[in-house]
């Protein structure tokens, strides 16, 4: 096999890409502290063409060196807002008729390849906090909670793993292809 070339990828310019169509779904940065997975978010945002981050709390924001060094410049395609309260950005969310969904392990979730993404419907999900996850008064506020099911001896997977797990569940459902 013969690996592609950026011209085989036919990938479109940063300008091309903002007026591109977006996925309705947005994601929302709940106190994400590692800079190195708030980088990937964006970059793996950018891949399933994501309508925009909101990074809240304490979660860094562009520009951003340690940021840069894992979006590798989707900092720069990848619409985004910042908010000092987590809460602020779900009931803006909310009022816009966006579907609430935050990634967490809880009780009464719904498997994540159970979740039915409907086409038509807008969607925001939410991620947390490397260790203290998503905050409950958050997970309280939305519609659904998914759960990545997992078998193995760890308590959970990476913040940017997750949400890139979940970003192509919905891509899958809502994207053109």
């Not at 894992?70 to 579907?99: H, I, N, R």
């Not at 999900?125 to 490397?130: P, Q, R, S």
Request: charged content about 25%.
């Amino acid at each position: 096999m013969k690996k592609k070339t950026i011209f085989d990828l036919q990938r479109v310019s940063v300008e091309e890409y903002r007026r591109e169509g977006k996925l309705p779904l947005v994601v929302v940065l709940d106190n994400v502290r590692s800079l190195n997975n708030i980088g990937s978010i964006f970059r793996t945002s950018d891949a399933f063409r994501v309508e925009r981050l909101m990074l809240c709390g304490i979660t860094a924001t562009p520009p951003s060196i340690e940021i840069h060094k894992t979006a590798l410049g989707a900092e720069d395609s990848v619409a985004w807002e910042y908010f000092p309260e987590t809460m602020t950005a779900v009931e803006k969310l909310k009022e816009e008729k966006y579907t609430m969904c935050c990634l967490e392990q809880v009780h009464d979730s719904v498997e994540l390849q159970d979740f039915v993404v409907e086409r038509g419907k807008r969607y925001a999900i939410v991620v947390g906090h490397e260790v203290d996850g998503v905050d409950p008064r958050v997970v309280d506020a939305c519609h659904y909670a998914i759960e990545i099911p997992q078998e193995g001896t760890k308590h959970s997977l990476n913040v940017a793993v997750s949400t890139g797990i979940a970003l192509w569940h919905f891509f899958s459902h809502l994207g053109s292809r």
